[in-house]
């Protein structure tokens, strides 16, 4: 009976290992942004208006070194750190039935950003409701794609010394090439619902899934334009 018992257990613990590898890898970001209703006093040109940006910040794990190139131009944008951004933009959202949101994502499969409709797209409100988003508009795949060329010594004759066992390596220069993929493609992304924002909301989640990949930012909501500012500051750093 304890033996059947353990290895129910056992079956359980690989299907949830087995279902944690199949998940998607997902990235965060988190921030404190002013709230979308909050509207400027008419002439008020003092009070500071930060951006409703968030960001995550990662390297494109996916990126194969075929060869070591030694230099400032073996280090190409695909093996530097990316930034992929989700942004609310100044818009008229007066009675909360709508939002924009503006997002950026990088890829080193340019068919994975062949149309940014192939992702998934949706709100996660405080109340539980989750709200499907679309693209509204979209701007041509860019390509960061780079090639880099360098030389190193490549082995072409081993000899060994027949009376002393010594062993000689004679190299010759060859020059290789490494060639990083690398693309982006920014989208406008609309979304409506009843009360999609209103007034007392302390939060929304903005999510994005596609190609086993679940970028979640998380814009928590202030009414104070000083305090919305600093976080940003402090984001960005």
């Given at each position: 009976m304890r033996s059947g018992l353990?290895?129910?257990?056992?079956?359980?613990?690989?299907?949830?290992?087995?279902?944690?590898?199949?998940?998607p890898n997902v990235?965060?970001?988190?921030?404190?942004?002013?709230?979308?209703?909050?509207?400027?006093?008419?002439?008020?040109?003092?009070?500071?208006?930060?951006?409703?940006?968030?960001v995550i910040y990662r390297k494109e794990n996916r990126v194969t070194v075929r060869h070591f190139i030694v230099g400032p131009?073996?280090?190409?944008?695909a093996l530097k750190l990316l930034g992929e951004f989700a942004e609310i933009p100044r818009q008229y959202t007066e009675d909360g039935s709508g939002l924009f949101i503006?997002?950026?994502?990088?890829?080193?499969?340019?068919?994975?950003?062949?149309?940014?409709?192939d992702y998934q797209y949706w709100l996660e409100l405080p109340d539980g409701r989750k709200i499907k988003g679309g693209v509204h508009v979209q701007h041509g795949r860019k390509d960061h794609s780079m090639?880099?060329?360098g030389a190193h010594m490549e082995p072409h004759l081993v000899t060994v010394d027949k009376q002393t066992g010594e062993v000689k390596v004679y190299r010759h220069v060859e020059e290789v090439e490494n060639d990083f993929q690398l693309f982006s493609r920014w989208a406008r992304l609309v979304f409506r619902a009843d009360r999609l924002i209103t007034r007392d909301m302390k939060y929304i989640t903005f999510v994005i899934r596609g190609?086993?990949?679940?970028?979640?930012?998380?814009?928590?909501?202030?009414?104070?334009?000083?305090r919305a500012m600093e976080e940003s500051n402090k984001h960005e750093k």
């Open positions: 353990r290895f129910e257990r056992l079956a359980l613990l690989i299907l949830a290992i087995v279902a944690g590898a199949c998940g990235l965060n970001a988190r921030g404190t942004v002013l709230h979308p209703l909050y509207a400027y006093k008419e002439g008020d040109t003092e009070a500071p208006r930060p951006p409703r940006i968030l131009q073996g280090r190409p944008m503006e997002t950026l994502i990088f890829s080193n499969y340019k068919d994975e950003l062949k149309d940014m409709g090639k880099i060329t190609y086993d990949r679940e970028r979640r930012y998380r814009f928590d909501f202030t009414w104070n334009p000083v």
